[in-house]
């Protein structure tokens, strides 16, 4: 018996409408955290905090004015919107999710809620506006980060322990509903919205906030996207409500990991993004990669074919610096994905879940209802025999990479041995298989 709530779940299964299927469809996202916490770096007072840069305030227990005071050193000459607009580009990302306020709560659009905002930096200019514009030119969908938390804010609270919290935290949820609703209406192509800091008691104790702000953003722009995490139920509980059902149009749990691709396969079910960094954890700038494993290009990429193999998004993090630039690395990283991408993007692009059991030597992906399926081998064995497995009444007719075709054998009922042998491998190569009914092809391929 369901429990009757007035906050949870608004309906259940996935979206169907353009805006979603063209949200599912990217597949492949930029996230840019850029904030105040690029200019320190990590660094303060010549000790270098391993935590994430972002938490530096935080991690080296910085009071607020002193970190508010950043706000007047915020000036980064080389920022070129157009210039990251083509990189993303070039990476084959489809879209693009920018921290329009971080924990830090330093508003990168000219705000009219707050001054600890753009436009009283010696930069002046609206970042946000620049980003938008240019990202769209290029035919990149811009979505906005905001954290719900703020540690700049006087009203916000972690919890609400007396009347006094609960006035403020009120005057709080006030603003932060102002400010979406300013974003929704002065960048009118924003297509999401990717809600943090939502994990507090506070928030939990005030679901009814989570759903008006979603309704909010929807009626301001229909078709609008909002992630899981903003969301809490009458008792409190986020993601999925007391019901069980996904709240918001997408699951946004999966941070700096993925669903397991063999006893995760529920995630299938739903939309879901994941969101990835490049070191182990920092998500803004950080000066001193050395502190962690930093991922390489081919890591990542395998994450992204992992990903949509399940049906999921995949959002790659990179943190400018406090000049406007990125880092060696992430140019790096985005040229390597995006030369591959170049070939293989259609892979990737309006694919996922391809129905079939996975094998050690990659992924498998497929567009919906289509009657091919691709193979993403990262692993070749040494026998240069990659197992297949299909499901239901279907046939192998074909196993091709560009115009050569590869020995497809039949071992066992709907087992296969694609042979795959004649191939050096320097990338992750993409084999197509052309499918049809066991039934109906019967007949002509015996
Ligand atoms: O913006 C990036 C990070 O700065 C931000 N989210 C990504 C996208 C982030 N904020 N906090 N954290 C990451 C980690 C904090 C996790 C915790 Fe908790 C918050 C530990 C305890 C409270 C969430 C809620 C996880 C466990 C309970």
């Keep these: 018996q369901p429990v009757p709530l007035r ?3 608004q309906y259940t299964g996935m979206r169907t409408d353009e805006a979603m299927q063209q949200w599912r469809s990217h597949r492949f996202g930029q996230f840019i955290h850029w904030g105040l ?11 270098t905090y391993n935590y994430a840069a972002e938490f530096l305030k935080s991690s080296a227990r910085i009071p607020t004015a002193t970190w508010d005071s950043l706000m ?8 070129d919107a157009r210039a990251w607009a083509k990189m993303a580009k070039q990476m084959g990302a489809r879209y693009m999710t920018i921290t329009t306020k971080h924990h830090e709560g330093f508003c990168l659009w000219p705000t009219k809620f707050t001054d600890f905002n753009i436009s009283n930096t010696p930069f002046r200019r609206d970042i946000l506006k620049e980003l938008v514009d240019a990202y769209n030119a290029e035919g ?10 703020d540690w700049h804010h006087p009203d916000w609270r972690y919890d609400i322990k007396s009347p006094e919290d609960s006035v403020a935290f009120r005057r709080f949820l006030d603003f932060a509903g102002n400010q979406l609703k300013e974003l929704a209406t002065n960048y009118p192509t924003v297509k999401a919205f990717w809600f943090d800091g939502t994990w507090d008691s506070s928030i ?4 009814w906030w989570t759903l008006e702000a979603e309704q909010m953003l929807k009626s301001v722009r229909p078709g609008m996207i909002v992630n899981s995490r903003l969301r809490a139920d009458d008792f409190g509980k986020r993601h999925f409500d007391s019901n069980n059902q996904l709240m918001g149009d997408y699951e946004s749990g999966y941070e700096r990991r993925l669903p397991n691709p063999v006893k995760d396969l529920q995630v299938t ?19 001193d990669w050395t502190v962690s494993h930093v991922k390489s290009p081919l890591e990542l990429l395998e994450m992204l074919v992992h990903a949509t193999s399940m049906g999921g998004n995949f959002l790659l993090n990179f943190g400018p610096d406090g000049n406007g630039g990125f880092r060696n690395e992430e140019r790096h990283i ?11 993007g259609p892979v990737i692009w309006d694919c996922g879940y391809a129905g079939w059991e996975k094998q050690d030597w990659g992924y498998f992906t497929r567009k919906n209802g289509s009657a091919h399926v691709n193979m993403i081998v990262f692993n070749k064995p040494v026998s240069g025999l990659l197992k297949v497995k299909v499901k239901g009444d279907v ?11 590869y020995r497809v054998e039949e071992i066992a009922k709907n087992e296969y041995f694609i042979h795959f042998t004649d191939r050096k491998m320097t990338e992750p190569r993409v084999i197509v298989l052309e499918t049809a009914k066991a039934s109906e092809a019967a007949d002509k391929y015996q």
Excluded at 140 to 149: A, C, M, P
Excluded at 204 to 207: A, C, R
Excluded at 335 to 342: A, L, N, R, S, Y
């Design 204 to 207: 939990k104790k005030n679901g």
């Design 140 to 149: 990149i969908d811009v979505n906005f980060y905001y954290s719900v938390l």
């Design 37 to 47: 916490y690029a200019i320190p770096g990590g660094v303060w007072n010549g000790k």
């Design 72 to 79: 007047y050193q915020f000036n980064p000459r080389e920022f």
């Design 269 to 287: 079910k739903w939309d879901w993004e994941a969101c990835m960094t490049v070191p182990e954890n920092q998500w803004g700038y950080h000066r």
């Design 334 to 344: 985005a040229q390597f994905i995006g030369k591959w991408m170049e070939k293989n």
């Design 7 to 9: 906050y949870g779940a």
């Design 395 to 405: 046939k192998i007719l074909s196993a091709k990479a560009g115009g050569k075709a």
